[in-house]
């Protein structure tokens, strides 16, 4: 494993450890073949949006990541976008944490078709992003129609 998540490990705790994109790319390479992690925790980091896509390309080819903490990573409307499919597809991930990332409008929106198909999704959190009227209607919807969240 590239960034040292073992084979049998359930809980990746990176928290505060002031990684960007390229530890999130290894981060995500163990990422897709850990058939046993279930937490993944990357607050407070730097990965951005190339961070963000890394990881979102992994997360549909994990099947057990369970809980996702992106929280504080500036990862914007395009990291937004690229985690969107992988939350669609997942069918284990229950908790996602994006609070104070940047998110705006145009990454809501894109989220919001990903939370609505979201079959597993039971716990979301957006606070402190840059979402104004336009993209709380259309998660207000999403997630008043969920039957998880």
């Not at 494993?1 to 505060?16: N, P, R, S, V």
């Not at 995500?28 to 390309?57: E, F, H, M, P, R």
């Not at 894109?110 to 992003?129: D, E, F, G, H, Y």
Request: hydrophobic letters at 45%; one cysteine or more.
């Amino acid at each position: 494993m590239l960034f040292g998540i073992k084979h049998d490990q359930t809980e990746a705790d990176f928290g505060d450890q002031r990684l960007g994109p390229a530890d999130a790319i290894l981060i995500a390479s163990d990422l897709s073949v850990s058939g046993s992690l279930t937490s993944l925790n990357l607050y407070n980091n730097k990965i951005g949006k190339k961070g963000a896509i890394a990881i979102a390309k992994c997360l549909e080819a994990n099947g057990s990541l369970t809980t996702l903490n992106i929280c504080w990573n500036k990862i914007g409307d395009e990291g937004a976008k690229a985690l969107a499919p992988a939350i669609s597809a997942s069918a284990s991930l229950t908790s996602l944490s994006l609070i104070d990332n940047n998110i705006g409008d145009e990454g809501a929106k894109a989220l919001a078709p990903a939370i609505a198909t979201s079959a597993s999704l039971t716990s979301l959190s957006l606070r402190n992003n840059t979402i104004r009227d336009e993209g709380a209607k259309v998660l207000a919807l999403v997630i008043a129609a969920s039957a998880s969240l």
